[in-house]
């Protein structure tokens, strides 16, 4: 049996008030247990998904540099990095080596031309940075990024309800939201990786949630179990895998997990094989404060935050976790 349970929540989106109780009692009881769940029932087209995958996997075939020309800069954030540009233990205090993995960060787009997001542009409202020589990747990602949102918003109307809050709670947090689209492209490893290097060091996701679309191959998703052993993430075509960020747990009071987990490398009888991830992290508004939500706290059961705004939050942690912050640390990284 695994850990993480596989919940369908067709119901929830489109059947009757009893099915969408049982569906959020399912996800309390994950999100209690683990923090985190694989989920069928999405609405999320299939060719939508695979699309992307195509594209950005044309994108990361390309030569070094050719990937560099849109490599992140200490001014703009989205783009590429190397595989020496992270360390995702780092954001836990814990040194590694840097993490066997390539990135490509696509951040919201069509920003209002209003005061709130003009005076965040060069922070939180980036310009993305397209790959022009694969113009998929940015038809397929924007297309792909407004089905996140649109099933990020799903998943928070369900998580109200799982928290006995109203269905619309959470809207507010997120009118502004600054998630994120990340694809993480894990190479083939033709050598052995040096003691304590994965292809995703051992960390929490810092935001509210992520929806995770794994490709089905070697060297996967595994979670730290309340023992401290590490356990596989199931793999299902079709399915998202769900889990909690670091700011879901302290609105909850820690009802709620923010599970520690990583991506290890395959054997050597399959280190020729790649792997890639999409990966949407929902990020709250950025100036929204975080505090310990009403149902999650009792005269028993205190608040054990401080509140804290959600971009204070998770721009420390980010900081963390990257080694390369400029264009020359990602060049270099070849």
Known sequence: MSLVPLIDIQPFLQGSEFRKDEVARAVDRACRDVGFLLITGHGVPVKLRSDLESAMMSFFSLPAEIKTRWAATPDNVRGYR?????????????ESPPDLMERFTVGQFDIPNDEYHNTRRRTYFQEN???????????????????????????????????????????????????????NFYPPQP????????????????????????????????????????????????????????LMAQWTNDRWLSTMHRVVNPERKSAGKARMSIVLFQQPNEDAMISCLPTCMDADHPAKYVPVSAGTYVSAKLNKGWIAKTQN??????
Request: hydrophobic share 40%.
């Open 191 to 246: 050598e052995d990786p040096k003691p304590g290097q994965l292809r995703a060091g051992a960390h929490t996701d810092y935001g509210s949630l992520t929806i995770l679309a794994p490709s089905i191959s070697p060297g996967g998703l595994q979670v730290c179990n309340r023992e401290g052993l590490w356990e596989e993430v199931p793999q299902f075509e079709g399915t998202f895998v769900i889990n909690l960020g670091d």
């Open 129 to 183: 940075r397209w790959p022009e020589l694969i113009p998929a990747v940015e038809l397929t990602a924007r297309q792909y990024y407004r089905e996140m949102e649109r099933l990020a918003a799903d998943l928070m109307r369900l998580l109200a309800r799982a928290l006995e809050l109203p269905a619309r709670h959470f809207e507010a947090y997120f009118d502004k939201h600054v998630s994120v689209l990340v694809t």
């Open 329 to 334: 640390a990602a060049q270099d990284s070849r």
């Open 82 to 94: 190397g595989i020496n540009a992270t360390a995702l233990s780092k954001s836990r205090g814990q």
